[in-house]
């Protein structure tokens, strides 16, 4: 963590750093102490949509011109952070996902299973919710400050677990905000090669139901 702190400050020197933790010991307080980041613990693993919306949150109450989102795995390297800011400021974008379906991306040290469940995911996304965008499941992003706030106002419902970064999307497009896709290098940094069964596909399904339904429920209130 301190390693990922240092290469985020060298990227962004002017960050605000919050790390959101659940880990079950005092690890990763120790490992933090004494650099300059907003450290939140939270005693119990409560899911990566709800981490987020709680660091979504404790931003917002510093003057930041954007949110970045991203993992604490070296998954999402922190050398891309100024460009993808750079972008966000110069297209006037709303959210936009460092995307590794897009022309230029690369992912390594990826596992089958987990290639063919990420493909999975993201297609079914895209044919129940139907925003133009090819990577739904993608943690590393850029929100603009509006956006953050209508997501840290609204998100929430769809579930605790990754089905959270679709129902983001699907509020933030609701909004009518502006929306893009940025290449990457997504580097699997995971011990070991995590299991995809028929549990992990069920329960993908069903928060994507649930998030059409919500995309159903925001688009007839525009009407």
Not at 27 to 43: E, F, K, N, P, Q
Not at 48 to 57: K, N, Q, T
Not at 86 to 104: H, K, N, P, T, W
Not at 147 to 155: N, P, S, Y
Request: charged fraction near 25%; include cysteine; aromatic fraction near 6%.
């Amino acid at each position: 963590m301190p390693q990922l702190v240092s290469q985020i400050r060298a990227a962004l020197p002017a960050a605000a750093i919050i790390v959101v933790d659940d880990s079950p010991d005092e690890s990763t307080v120790r490992a933090l102490d004494g650099l300059d980041v907003t450290l939140v613990h939270r005693a119990a693993k409560a899911g990566r949509g709800s981490a987020v919306l709680d660091g979504v949150r404790r931003m917002l109450a510093a003057p930041v011109e954007f949110v970045i989102e991203m993992d604490a795995d070296f998954s999402h390297p922190p050398s891309e952070l100024p460009a993808l800011v750079d972008a966000a400021r110069r297209e006037q974008l709303d959210l936009l996902i460092a995307s590794r379906y897009v022309s230029g991306s690369r992912i390594e040290n990826w596992p089958l299973t987990r290639r063919l469940f990420s493909r999975a995911a993201n297609r079914l996304a895209r044919a129940l919710l139907g925003i133009p965008v090819r990577d739904y499941t993608n943690g590393y992003r850029v929100y603009s400050r509006r956006a953050a706030q209508v997501i840290a106002d609204r998100c929430g419902t769809a579930g605790a677990g990754f089905i959270a970064l679709s129902e983001v999307l699907v509020t933030v497009e609701a909004c009518g905000f502006r929306i893009a896709e940025r290449k990457t290098t997504f580097v699997n940094r995971t011990r070991g090669e995590s299991s995809v069964g028929p549990r992990e596909l069920l329960g993908a399904a069903t928060g994507l139901w649930k998030t059409a339904r919500l995309q159903r429920r925001l688009r007839a209130s525009k009407t």
